[in-house]
């Protein structure tokens, strides 16, 4: 069953009318000449919307802001947030908007979310804008990881809004209709606990425990389990993060999610030559965000949830503070078990195997890839034809032969699984040149790149000869890659 008439999508606004104090009631800037750029049919089947009926005159408007279901309530959400270290006690939604809740038909409650819909009362000085390739970017960027089955956000479309938007030059301007199964962000807490209300910070936790870890409810300290249970989706997200090599640029605490997914795909890039001190985002200079940054960032990041949630964890600060630091204790324990998980699958390793011997196996992996500069994604493909006995076009991504071939032969004594190696280490990624590529194409006018594009990220297991390009690294004459925040 779908819903045919967008006028008629029932949206919720539980965060609306639980959380008051952190909605602003709002609506998007009327979009003088909305096109749609690209829908995501297969998740508005999944959201129960007809994608034909989003498609129409009728469906774009809803995914612009411009009409909105009746009994909607769209409200910029309030957020605080320590950005590259230092804190910011009133950020949100400078340029998105939460349309609203929607209960998909299997039960789950999904936030329906605008982003670029205009200036909001939390704009500051942006102009509550967004230009095509970055939304495009978005959209290609999540759908790939949800491809890869990373939890993340998703993008439902991307309407060219037909209004320029000023950056270094005038570009299309764009908006993004965004899924995910919530807004919090730690962020969030930070906002809550910051505003000195400890009746808003409580509602906060329960809101947060309804949608995301029903479980913490009954839990002696339910706000401890809360942050126990946030810890445990972070630290699992981020060795995803890490095992496919995706950086995300900018994890500021109001970019980490309470649920767990993926956020705010600005900056973000996947590696190509495997390097742990790999940064691309323009702005940050001391590799603060940078790839091999990312897990010991994250626990900071989750250290100030805790610093949030203290009022709630105990009346005694000393004790509240003494359990909250007990259950970040857990982060790294549970990164590793990921990490090592996650790499005894990439490495085709069977489960016998003691941790330590995949760790030693993985360790002495990396220092190959760091030292001769290995794609990292080619190579982990590459590993299963080494699997099946076709070592050469993997062995020739390395300078170091002697050393490649010392680790191959203790490696391949293991009976590695080359096609469990194939189920989890993905041909394509979004690499840095094609995405490049697709959206200068689509900001001058033609999706088709972007299309292709998508058509490989979307299925990145499967391996498509007719795809070769998208398999392949970036030419020589790529030079360095930059990303940029908040365009
Ligand atoms: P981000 O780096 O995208 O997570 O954004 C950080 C903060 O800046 C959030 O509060 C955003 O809403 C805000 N922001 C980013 N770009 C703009 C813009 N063009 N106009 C208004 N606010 C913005
Ligand atoms: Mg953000």
Same mark, same amino acid.
């Given at each position: ?336 078990? *990921?990490? #090592? /998980?996650?790499?005894?699958?990439? !490495?085709?390793?069977?489960? +016998? &195997?003691? $941790? @330590? %011997?995949?760790?030693? =196996? ?75 590529? *697709?959206? #200068? /194409?689509?900001?001058?006018?033609? !999706?088709?790149?972007?299309? +292709? &594009?998508? $058509? @490989? %990220?979307?299925?990145? =297991? ?26």
């Amino acid at each position: 069953m779908s819903v045919a008439l967008p006028s008629t999508v029932p949206l919720g606004h539980r965060f609306a009318d639980e959380l008051p104090e952190m909605a602003v009631p709002w609506q998007a800037e009327e979009a003088p000449d909305p096109q749609l750029l690209v829908l995501n049919e297969p998740l508005a089947a999944e959201l129960g919307l007809d994608p034909a009926a989003l498609r129409g005159a009728a469906g774009v408007r809803l995914l612009v802001g411009a009409d909105v279901p009746a009994g909607a309530t769209p409200v910029a959400q309030a957020y605080a947030g320590h950005q590259f270290g230092g804190f910011n006690p009133r950020l949100g939604d400078g340029r998105a908007l939460l349309l609203g809740e929607l209960t998909d038909p299997a039960g789950r409650l999904r936030d329906l979310h605008l982003k670029g819909s205009g200036r909001t009362p939390f704009a500051r000085g942006g102009d509550g804008l967004a230009a095509v390739g970055p939304m495009l970017r978005e959209y290609v960027v999540s759908e790939a990881m949800h491809a890869l089955g990373i939890p993340t956000t998703r993008a439902l479309a991307v309407v060219a809004t037909g209004r320029p938007v000023r950056r270094e030059e005038l570009l299309p301007g764009a908006l993004l209709a965004r899924v995910a199964s919530s807004h919090l962000r730690v962020g969030s807490f930070q906002y809550a606990a910051a505003s000195g209300d400890l009746d808003l910070l409580r509602r906060l936790a329960d809101h947060a425990i309804a949608r995301h870890h029903p479980e913490a409810a009954a839990a002696e300290r339910p706000a401890l389990a809360l942050f126990e249970s946030v810890v445990a989706a972070q630290a699992s997200l981020v060795a995803q993060w890490m095992l496919v090599g995706f950086v995300h640029g900018v994890m500021n605490t109001d970019n980490v999610t309470i649920s767990g997914e993926t956020i705010d795909y600005g900056p973000c890039a996947f590696l190509d030559a495997f390097d742990p001190a790999t940064v691309y985002s323009s702005i940050d200079t001391g590799g603060r965000y940078a790839y091999g940054n990312q897990p010991v960032v994250a626990e900071w990041d989750l250290a100030r949830l805790a610093e949030a949630l203290l009022p709630l964890i105990d009346d005694d600060q000393e004790r509240a503070i003494a359990l909250a630091v007990d259950a970040l204790g857990a982060f790294r324990p549970h990164y590793n078990a *990921a990490w #090592t /998980a996650g790499m005894r699958t990439k !490495l085709g390793l069977p489960e +016998g &195997l003691d $941790d @330590a %011997v995949v760790g030693a =196996f993985a360790d002495d992996l990396l220092v190959l890839l760091q030292a001769d500069h290995v794609d990292h994604t080619s190579f982990y493909r590459g590993l299963g034809r080494v699997a099946r006995g076709d070592a050469e076009p993997t062995r020739n991504l390395f300078l170091d032969l002697a050393g490649f071939d010392a680790w191959v032969e203790r490696w391949r004594a293991t009976g590695p699984d080359a096609d469990a190696m194939d189920r989890v280490n993905p041909v394509y990624v979004p690499r840095n040149h094609l995405v490049e590529e *697709a959206l #200068t /194409a689509a900001t001058g006018g033609d !999706l088709a790149p972007l299309h +292709g &594009l998508l $058509d @490989a %990220v979307t299925r990145p =297991f499967d391996e498509r000869p007719e795809l070769a390009r998208y398999a392949e690294p970036a030419p020589v004459d790529f030079g360095a890659y930059r990303t940029f925040c908040g365009t």
